[in-house]
């Protein structure tokens, strides 16, 4: 009982970091969409408020099992986290980014799948697909039962593969970014890229895009690997240039 007040601190610390990231975040590319697609959120202020409102019940749900893990690290050393950057070999601060996303792309994939089923989708996903078009503010807009699937799986990956405290940063940095950009409703990456072969298997919001066109495809949040292993790949969608490349 005597730890119960520092783990408190710590969850609340840790909501109020990803509070922070997500409007530094989504805030950031929804003044980019402002700048370079004026008019492309006209109308959606409504919406943009049930993003936000949503989206700071989803920073609380994820900060809970964050700060437990940040604590534990940090005062029982209950993790695999390490500090020492020669502690494991050199070249597996890359493959252990790699197999964090691989896993976490796994566990959204048939999460999401599953959310995609009539009765879970009324409870609880159609909260999501409320954004309609998604904007920049939509990356984290999820129901309180969808939100706490993706609150546990960064934590739970602690527990079961080594990662230094910086690839761990890189980790969340892509989680980020990939996750505001897959929902603002205009590709920033160059057409070299999403139509390229590294565009064959990544996804950006072109991808992701006929996901809320369309629904019942393009289920990834990283990786085109398990839509194409399990026939959902739709492929990208329609009119939705890059912004650079189009040539």
């Known amino acids: 009982m005597q730890a119960f007040p520092l783990i408190l601190a710590s969850m609340l610390a840790m909501t109020g970091i990803i509070a922070v990231r997500y409007l530094l975040s989504s805030g950031g590319f929804a003044l980019a969409t ?5 008019g492309l959120y006209a109308g959606l202020d409504r919406q943009m408020r049930a993003e936000i409102r949503w989206s700071f019940a989803s920073a609380l749900i994820f900060g809970i099992p964050a700060g437990l893990v940040a604590w534990g690290w940090q005062n029982r050393g209950w993790t695999l986290i390490y500090t020492d950057v020669y502690a494991l070999p050199l070249w597996y601060l890359p493959v252990s980014v790699l197999l964090y996303l691989f896993a976490h792309d796994t566990w959204f994939y048939w999460t999401h799948r599953l959310m995609h089923r009539p009765a879970l989708f009324r409870v609880a996903h159609a909260v999501h697909h409320a954004s309609r078009p998604p904007t920049a503010w939509a990356a984290m807009s999820f129901h309180p039962w969808e939100a706490l699937t993706g609150a546990v799986v960064i934590p739970a990956l602690v527990f079961l593969i080594p990662i230094h405290v910086a690839a761990l940063g ?3 940095s892509v989680m980020t970014v990939m996750g505001v950009t897959n929902h603002m409703g205009w590709e920033m990456f160059p ?4 139509r390229g072969p590294a565009g064959r298997w990544l996804i950006t919001a072109s991808h992701h895009q006929r996901h809320h066109e369309q629904y019942r495809c393009n289920y990834g949040l ?6 194409k292993v399990c026939g959902t790949d739709r492929g990208l969608a ?10």
Request: no cysteine; net charge positive; aromatic share 18%.
């Open 34 to 38: 402002r700048l370079t697609r004026p």
């Open 170 to 172: 890189a980790v969340l």
């Open 191 to 194: 057409r070299a890229l999403v």
């Open 222 to 227: 990283y990786f085109r690997f398990w839509d």
């Open 238 to 247: 329609e009119g939705f240039a890059p912004v650079r490349g189009q040539g």
